[in-house]
């Protein structure tokens, strides 16, 4: 079910000014971490770690400005009225080695998981789409769930948590780079489940 988050201190949170403090690994002194300036949020979007951004290039995760990042404006774009959506990372500080980006390691995804945990407590969003198969067996770990694999055709499954429906999907990219004929079928899959969503919490009402 989508609802709008409730004003429960929304009005008085500053996500990104907590998160900014955050030291506990040292990737802040790479970049400092990325964060969303949405105040609700229906739906999250979870990606893995930060990219790169270019001095004065405003630093949101999964910005529109990416390849990965447009793809998922396009999918929210009729639903924009109805819906609010909120982009972040389990990491959101920036990886690198040799001043070259690479994955997090396992380490620094558990120390940044309390700032995912804190935007999901105070955001409450009905729905959380996990971008890629280790962002999503990551986070499902926390809650003893496993997954084998990804939908082929899109028909993704459902996890519930604290009243939560947490989805591992493709990530954007990888539909973009290996499956680019598919990607209609990726962007209707994953609007039939706002459109399942939607009906749900007016159904309800």
């Known amino acids: 079910m989508v609802q709008k988050?409730?004003?429960?201190?929304?009005?008085?949170?500053?996500?990104?000014?907590?998160?900014?403090?955050?030291?506990?690994?040292?990737?802040?002194?790479?970049?400092?971490p990325a964060y969303d300036k949405k105040?609700?949020?229906?739906?999250?979007?979870?990606?893995?770690?930060?990219?790169?951004?270019?001095?004065?290039?405003?630093?949101?995760?999964?910005?529109?400005?990416?390849?990965?990042?447009?793809l998922i404006k396009r999918i929210e774009e009729p639903f924009e009225s109805s819906i609010s959506f909120y982009r972040t990372n389990i990491v959101k500080c920036l990886p690198l080695v040799n001043d070259r980006i690479r994955y997090p390691v396992t380490y620094e995804?558990?120390?940044?998981?309390?700032?995912?945990?804190?935007?999901?407590?105070?955001?409450?969003?009905?729905?959380?789409?996990?971008?890629?198969?280790?962002?999503?067996?990551?986070?499902?770990?926390?809650?003893?769930?496993?997954?084998?694999?990804?939908?082929?055709?899109?028909?993704?499954?459902?996890f519930k948590n604290d009243g939560i429906i947490y989805i591992p999907i493709h990530h954007p990219s990888y539909i973009l780079v290996y499956r680019r004929k598919d990607i209609l079928g990726y962007i209707n899959g994953i609007q039939t489940i706002f459109d399942k969503s939607l009906q749900t919490a007016v159904s309800m009402h």
């Open 109 to 158: 995804m558990e120390k940044c998981y309390p700032n995912f945990e804190y935007e999901v407590e105070k955001l409450r969003p009905s729905l959380i789409f996990l971008l890629g198969k280790q962002v999503g067996q990551f986070v499902l770990n926390k809650f003893s769930k496993r997954i084998s694999s990804l939908s082929d055709d899109f028909a993704y499954d459902t």
């Open 5 to 32: 988050s409730t004003p429960n201190e929304i009005s008085e949170l500053s996500i990104p000014n907590k998160g900014r403090k955050c030291k506990a690994c040292g990737l802040y002194l790479n970049q400092l």
């Open 39 to 70: 105040k609700d949020a229906n739906i999250f979007w979870v990606g893995l770690s930060a990219v790169q951004f270019a001095d004065g290039e405003e630093q949101i995760p999964l910005s529109p400005c990416t390849r990965s990042g447009s």
